[in-house]
């Protein structure tokens, strides 16, 4: 059994606890607080530290592996202080600050929960048993209101980034952006893949407060998957026009993730995702905003 | 101002492709056919399909068309050729005084579109380019739009793909066999309707249907496309990687006031949809967003031994026809101009025109404003 130590927020770690009874080979040993005041509670019976630098100075020994799940700036800060622990770490998601800490010696996992959305699971899944046969175009329309946006612009592009370099299996070979000048928190990129492989994303952190919207089309050359909220929504009457309800996908992304890093370490191998992942979906943002800024095409130099 | 109870007397000058557009001139009650007109010198097969439309509503055909232009007494003319032909035979009718209905694309050639913008202009006529602006679901983005309730409209995409196969799949060609005729493969076509790409000059799938969502944006917006940077690959039939011409699409959009778009269009196989293929329009506003689906309303329909290939949702309230001969006849009586005209048609076909350069090119193109 894989003790696990969990560095997050109240919020976090009842979405982990709630996970618990899913949670194959591995159990929750430890909680440090991502910032004073807030509580592992919800994990069960663990050792609660008294920051986050703590679990790092005095309970090493309570844990075989240590999930960070803050802010993008203190996971990697945290990631990079525990990197000499020599523990397993799932860290993020973080964006391209985790590329900093450079190859580790022991599994450092970055979390892309973008992955592991039941639906875009599906997708990936039709894709590696070749129903859809070659790859050819990935739409991806991501509206999110300002709120669940949050973060700079990159932070914002590399989920979808790095759905389409995973989807198509490589990094584009030019990128093309538009980002709009009357909503600086909306930008649109044209990734332009091997194979003529093409990628058409959008996304707008600019949505009023409430809900967001994420639609995912891969067409190839023998069929086409369409992952779409739209397909999904159903209807509430309550007076007046009804209102359209999307139907949860529940946390599998979280549970799944975690599972896979848990299950890496048991089969001591290299998680399904990687740090070069994230730093090609990194570097993939800002060829974006490269190109948005210079308004010219901008070839790829992320590596495959 | 027109006799609004007048009944147009409606030539149609050649129909030689899905023959919707003659077939929505006849189904209004203001427009009447009187008569199939042709030149002479056209090919058996047009001859063919003319005669055939002809005998069918029992109108003469007429292989000259100055003299069925001269004889019929015609208000207006409805163009239905293979597209190189769309703008001179429109500019022959509008020369003659006639209103001029025309199918899309409105040309292989941008020129060709200017002479017919300027024909149309000198001869003070109206010109309808078909157009899918009045269906149900995109009359819906248009009242949501122009009500303000996503505010000033920041972006807008259109995802339009045809689900339809176009012949032998890519990559089927065997050794030694010869690349598909592009024409003979349209007149084959024929037999099932997706013989919208029909002529001597092979079309990608953004110059046959580019219209249809480039009208979409330009509806909503009410603005021109200024440059573009677009993506094209044949990725699906063999007869369009024999031809060199597109299959998949992807194209950035830079509008007049800032609006930033996009396009995704191909045609995607059968395989790929349950019905004509998905196709979306996503706005995004200061103030929200909407997302439509063209294809509503729509009525699912499944039963035992159903062919494979017959849609599983059938569109339904879809008064697109009728509706943009609605368009046309008020058009006609009050002088008003139509939902698609000349100027808009051929910025339409600037914007595709410029968007498959880019995809030759792998660089931003500006779409060529009219001179």
Not at chain 1, 79 to 91: D, Q, T, V, W, Y
Not at chain 2, 26 to 51: C, G, I, M, T
């Amino acid at each position: 059994m894989i003790r696990l130590a969990l560095i997050s927020s109240t919020e976090t770690s009842e979405a982990y606890g709630a996970l618990i009874t899913r949670l194959h080979r591995a159990v929750w040993t430890v909680y440090a607080p991502a910032n004073s005041g807030e509580s592992g509670q919800a994990l069960g019976k663990v050792t609660e530290a008294a920051s986050a630098d703590a679990i790092l100075a005095d309970q090493t020994d309570a844990f075989d592996a240590l999930v960070i799940d803050t802010d993008p700036a203190s996971t990697a800060r945290l990631a990079k202080a525990a990197s000499s622990l020599s523990k397993p770490i799932l860290a993020g998601p973080a964006g391209g600050k985790l590329g900093a800490l450079g190859q580790a010696d022991t599994l450092l996992m970055p979390a892309h929960p973008w992955r592991f959305i039941p639906s875009i699971q599906s997708v990936k899944r039709s894709i590696d048993a070749g129903k859809l046969g070659q790859a050819g175009l990935l739409r991806i329309h991501r509206w999110l209101p300002p709120d669940e946006g949050g973060g700079s612009l990159s932070e914002h592009i590399l989920p979808d980034a790095d759905l389409a370099c995973w989807l198509f299996g490589g990094a584009p070979k030019t990128v093309w952006s538009l980002q709009s000048a009357a909503n600086p928190d909306y930008i649109q990129f044209h990734l332009g893949f091997a194979n003529d492989g093409m990628a058409m994303i959008d996304v707008a952190a600019s949505l009023p407060s409430g809900g967001d919207y994420f639609s995912l089309t891969m067409i190839g050359d023998t069929g086409a998957v369409y992952a779409d909220d739209h397909h999904n929504m159903n209807l509430l009457y309550a007076g007046g026009q009804p209102n359209a309800i999307r139907t949860s996908q529940g946390r599998s992304d979280l549970a799944d993730q975690l599972q896979e890093f848990v299950d890496a370490i048991g089969e001591q191998r290299e998680a399904t995702v990687t740090l070069a992942d994230t730093s090609r979906a990194a570097a993939v943002a800002a060829q974006v905003i490269e190109s948005a800024q210079t308004k010219k095409v901008v070839e790829g130099r992320a590596g495959n | 101002m027109a006799d609004p109870k007048k009944t147009f007397r409606a030539g149609v000058l050649s129909v030689v492709k899905h023959d919707y557009l003659p077939r929505a001139v006849a189904a209004h009650p203001r427009f009447k056919l009187v008569v199939v007109a042709d030149d002479a010198d056209q090919p058996d097969w047009v001859h063919e399909r003319n005669q055939l439309f002809a005998d069918e509503f029992g109108i003469p055909y007429v292989r000259d068309v100055p003299k069925a232009i001269a004889e019929y007494n015609l208000d207006l003319a409805a163009v239905s050729s293979e597209a190189e032909r769309h703008c001179d035979l429109a500019v022959r009718a509008a020369d003659a005084g006639l209103h001029v209905i025309a199918d899309k694309p409105m040309s292989t050639r941008l020129s060709e579109c200017d002479r017919l913008v300027e024909a149309v202009q000198r001869n003070d006529i109206k010109f309808l380019l078909w157009n899918r602006n009045y269906l149900p679901a995109v009359i819906q983005a248009k009242e949501a739009v122009q009500s303000g309730a996503i505010g000033e409209l920041h972006a807008i995409h259109v995802d339009f793909y045809f689900s339809k196969d176009a012949g032998p799949s890519k990559g089927t060609r065997q050794p030694g066999d010869p690349p598909i005729n592009w024409l003979e493969r349209q007149i084959e076509a024929h037999a099932d309707g997706s013989d919208g790409g029909v002529g001597n000059e092979a079309m990608g799938e953004l110059q046959i249907e580019g219209i249809y969502p480039l009208g979409y944006v330009q509806l909503l917006t009410g603005q021109n496309v200024q440059r573009v940077f677009a993506r094209t690959a044949t990725h699906f039939h063999q007869a369009n990687v024999d031809n060199h011409v597109d299959d998949l699409a992807t194209v950035s959009l830079e509008l007049e006031n800032g609006i930033v778009g996009s396009l995704c269009i191909g045609r995607i196989g059968a395989a790929g949809h349950p019905d004509i293929g998905e196709i979306k329009i996503h706005a995004v506003g200061s103030k929200g967003g909407i997302v439509i689906s063209e294809a509503r309303p729509e009525v699912s329909i499944h039963y035992r031994d159903q062919p494979p290939l017959e849609f599983k949702n059938e569109r339904i309230a879809n008064e697109n026809d009728f509706l943009l001969m609605d368009d046309f006849a008020r058009a006609l009586d009050t002088g008003c101009e139509t939902i698609l005209n000349a100027r808009i048609g051929r910025d339409i076909a600037a914007t595709v025109f410029a968007a498959v350069e880019s995809g030759n090119t792998g660089q931003p193109v500006e779409v060529t404003p009219l001179k």
